[in-house]
T-cell receptor
């Protein structure tokens, strides 16, 4: 069965500092990989996705993620965090046969200090 | 493009009653819609996959008689929570996918259900 692990439940960074959110997955083959952001009481917004090709993926709001097959990881990064980035971040995987049937990690809560 | 709406955004109902949540794709046709449940401070759990014109496929452990899903058109899926109990209180999120299975899913804003 596929699974997603986000080791960090809560991360606090200062505004302007760099950010890395970790995501590891367990899956029989290379899945589709996603990062979503969720503000309190809201739905999910897709930040970026990896289907194939370049393993460094650029997303919205200045985020990027790198797929590392050897480490089964898909870590999310941002060089300079803004206060508005404070939210819940979810990593998700889905089979290549159906990108919609996603399994989500438990999420990482990002707090941004002024 | 690719906007998904949910109605209502919040609903409070009494224990034992039923409540219907609508999920609409506003600017595209969604052959497949998904229903998720999210408990406070937790991740999303896929409840069921809904295909237009056919019966929904439920994930293991989800009671299909309690969570009735109807996907009557290419732009509308409904989730009805029947005989609701306080433990059904949760945040329900739908998502929609276009005809290509390789497509990503687009999420609705969620519905907060509180059962008193």
């Amino acid at each position: 069965a596929q699974s997603v692990t986000q080791p960090d439940i809560h991360i606090t960074v200062s505004e302007g500092a760099s950010l890395e959110l970790r995501c590891n997955y367990s899956y029989g083959a290379t899945p589709y990989l996603f990062w979503y952001v969720q503000s309190p009481g809201q739905g999910l917004q897709l930040l970026l996705k990896y289907f194939s090709g370049d393993t460094l993926v650029q997303g919205i709001k200045g985020f990027e993620a790198e797929f590392k097959r050897s480490q089964s990881s898909f870590n999310l990064r941002k060089p300079s965090v803004h206060w508005s980035d404070a939210a819940e971040y979810f990593c998700a995987v889905a089979p290549r046969t159906n990108a919609g049937k996603s399994t989500f990690g438990d999420g990482t809560t990002l707090t941004v200090k002024p | 493009g690719a906007v998904v709406s949910q109605h209502p955004s919040r609903v409070i109902c009494k224990s034992g009653t039923s409540v219907k949540i609508e999920c609409r794709s506003l600017d595209f046709q969604a052959t497949t819609m998904f229903w998720y449940r999210q408990f406070p401070k937790q991740s999303l759990m896929l409840m069921a996959t809904s295909n237009e014109g056919s019966k929904a496929t439920y994930e293991q452990g989800v009671e299909k008689d309690k969570f009735l899903i109807n996907h009557a058109s290419l732009t509308l899926s409904t989730l009805t929570v029947t005989s609701a109990h306080p433990e059904d209180s949760s945040f329900y999120i739908c998502s929609a996918q276009t005809g290509t299975l390789g497509d990503e899913q687009y999420f609705g804003p969620g519905t907060r259900l509180t059962v008193t």
